[in-house]
């Protein structure tokens, strides 16, 4: 079974630019989070899907963030313009519906905001 | 709202020997699952042991098992005949209601050869 997919692994930009990140989740898992983990802290939820709308979407700068999944399956996440404090992995994760709601994690993207 | 406190930022333990993690939560929800995940310098996290809230009998994985206190919200990490690759930054994750996930800070765990 695949895992979690996410591109780019690795991305510098400078401020007021704008960045997307993309997200494959585990075929059949119907929820879809994504996280910032700034360095030396745990992830924070910022959006939480549910096949293609929005559970929680409560820690997401809607000023300058947006995500969408359009067909329930995989989903990006844009920043626009960046600041220098989005500097942070960009972690992805999935899960399926019911069961023991364990998340499955891809390996994250590194955004440096210079 | 649900919190989760992991008040030790780093911990060392000598390879072979046993070493715990601590964590303490609270919600308001009857019914979640605790989790602690394990992220290796290359990022990717993954899951260490899951902990259903419903049951009173400690989850155990080869050579990590917790303590789960309930009435206390106390939910620690025992890792017993500790190796190199356990090294890694280990974070205690709550899932309550609407599978909300708040993670801990982290504990970053050193194995001395």
């Known amino acids: 079974e695949a895992g979690v997919a996410q591109s780019p692994r690795y991305k510098i930009i400078e401020k007021r630019q704008s960045v997307a990140f993309w997200c494959n989740p585990i075929?059949?898992?119907?929820?879809l989070y994504w996280y910032q983990q700034i360095l030396g802290q745990g992830p924070k939820l910022l959006i939480q899907f549910q096949n293609n709308g929005v559970v929680d979407d409560s820690q997401l700068p809607k000023d300058r963030f947006s995500a969408e999944r359009l067909k329930g399956v995989d989903s990006t996440l844009k920043i626009q313009p960046a600041k220098l404090e989005d500097s942070a992995v960009y972690l992805c994760a999935s899960r399926t519906t019911g069961g023991t709601d364990t998340q499955y994690f891809g390996p994250g993207t590194r955004l440096t905001v210079l | 709202a649900q919190t989760v406190t992991q008040s030790q930022p780093e911990m060392s333990v000598q390879e072979a020997e046993t070493v715990t993690l601590s964590c303490t939560y609270d919600t308001s929800e009857s019914d979640y699952y605790l989790f602690w995940y394990k992220q290796p310098p290359s990022r990717q996290m993954i899951l260490v042991i899951r902990?259903?809230?419903?049951?009173?009998q400690n989850a155990t994985e080869n050579r990590f098992s917790v303590n789960f206190q309930k009435a206390a919200k106390s939910f620690s990490l025992k890792i017993s005949d500790s190796q190199l690759g356990d090294a890694a930054m280990y974070f205690c994750a709550l899932s309550g209601g609407y599978q909300k996930v708040t993670f801990g800070i982290g504990t970053k765990l050193q194995v001395i050869p």
């Open positions: 075929s059949g898992h119907a929820t």
């Open positions: 902990q259903e809230a419903y049951k009173q």
